[in-house]
């Protein structure tokens, strides 16, 4: 069965503290990692695709990368605006993803 | 704007009510899913629909129903059998092995 954990749970930040989460995963043949960000009340936003060991991909503060494990989420000198849940999900299959339960990160000013 | 609306933004349910969530997409995308989302877990899947007239069941499928007469619609029907419904449920299509869009939930309770 496809697992996905990520960790920590939550995270306070304060403004300009870099830090990283992670996403760790267990799949019978990864199609793709992905990453969102969901505002409270809003749908999950499409961040990243990732697929293969040692890729990595930027936009803005965020710069997502990815191993044969886990995957990490860097967000450098964070701003408020970066208030969020981040949401992780591995795709087994052309037509399925498995979600992580999520990293909310609240950014100080 | 292309885009997936969802409707209603919040839904109360009485007991031994069914009731229908809207879900709309004007992508032009041929696959369209439904998922559950509580506090403190992922996002589960209940059904899927790769094409118009067919659909699946996903991981939590028992208490739902769907339709996919129309590409762009794909209603999602809680049923009184579904004994715990309270939750925010999210709408997202996707187009060949581009990345699931999503639309902005539609939040059930139980009045």
């Known amino acids: 069965e496809d697992q996905v954990t990520q960790s920590p749970e939550a995270l306070r930040l304060q403004e300009g503290e870099s830090s990283s989460l992670n996403c760790s995963y267990t799949?019978?043949?990864?199609?793709?990692l992905f990453w969102y960000r969901q505002d409270p009340g809003k749908g999950p936003e499409f961040l990243f695709t990732l697929y293969s060991a040692g890729e990595e991909k930027e936009k803005e503060r965020l710069k997502a990368t990815l191993t044969k494990k886990e995957s990490f989420l860097h967000i450098t000198a964070p701003k408020p605006e970066d208030s969020a849940t981040y949401l992780c999900a591995v795709c087994p299959n052309d037509y399925k993803l498995s979600f992580g339960a999520g990293t909310t990160v609240t950014v100080r000013a | 704007d292309g885009g997936i609306t969802q409707s209603p933004k919040y839904l109360f349910r009485k007991e031994g009510q069914n009731v229908t969530l809207s879900c709309e997409q004007n992508?032009?995308?041929?696959?369209m899913y439904w998922y559950r989302q509580d506090p403190g877990q992922g996002l589960r899947l209940i059904y899927y629909s790769q094409i118009v007239n067919d659909f699946q069941k996903g991981d939590i499928a028992e208490g739902y129903s769907v339709s996919r007469e129309k590409k762009e619609s794909f209603p999602l029907t809680v049923t009184s059998a579904q004994k715990n419904p309270t939750a925010f449920y999210l709408c997202?299509?996707?187009?060949?092995?581009?990345?699931?869009?999503f639309g902005d939930g539609t939040r059930l309770s139980i009045l």
């Open positions: 997202a299509s996707k187009d060949g092995t581009q990345p699931q869009h």
């Open positions: 799949v019978s043949g990864l199609r793709g």
């Open positions: 992508l032009n995308h041929d696959a």
